[in-house]
């Protein structure tokens, strides 16, 4: 089983940058697909990106190009780098873990508790 904590959430004005990161437990984290959703009030779950064991990637075709998914497995860490954020990018971010769902992110069997990311005009 995976156990999934994630930090690094806030308030950034419009423009900004954040890193948001996620620390997995678990035997089986490094040969899992990893991934971030979002959640804003009112709004569907909207997947963000995803990552393999093995390093490829997948975004949501709205967010290329601004956000980026990493992996260190030698941490057992999970990573987003936002940058020029937008208002519309204010949600709650959940780190997900499944050992073979790649994507929709929301079906994934395993998240954390979720960070709150709040982005200022």
């Known amino acids: 089983q995976v156990q999934l904590v994630e930090s690094g959430g806030g308030s950034v004005q419009s423009g900004g940058s954040l890193r948001l990161s996620c620390a997995a437990s678990?035997?089986?984290?490094?040969?899992?697909?990893m991934g971030w959703f979002r959640q804003a009030p009112g709004i569907d779950r909207e997947g963000v990106a995803a990552i393999t064991g093995d390093g490829e990637t997948k975004y949501a075709d709205s967010l290329k190009g601004r956000f980026t998914i990493s992996r260190d497995n030698a941490k057992n860490t999970l990573y987003l780098q936002m940058d020029s954020m937008k208002p519309e990018d204010t949600a709650v971010y959940f780190c997900?873990?499944?050992?073979?769902?790649?994507?929709?992110?929301?079906?994934?069997?395993?998240r954390g508790q979720g960070t709150q990311v709040t982005v200022s005009s």
């Open positions: 997900a873990a499944d050992p073979s769902v790649w994507w929709p992110l929301a079906a994934y069997r395993y």
């Open positions: 678990g035997p089986t984290y490094s040969r899992a697909n």
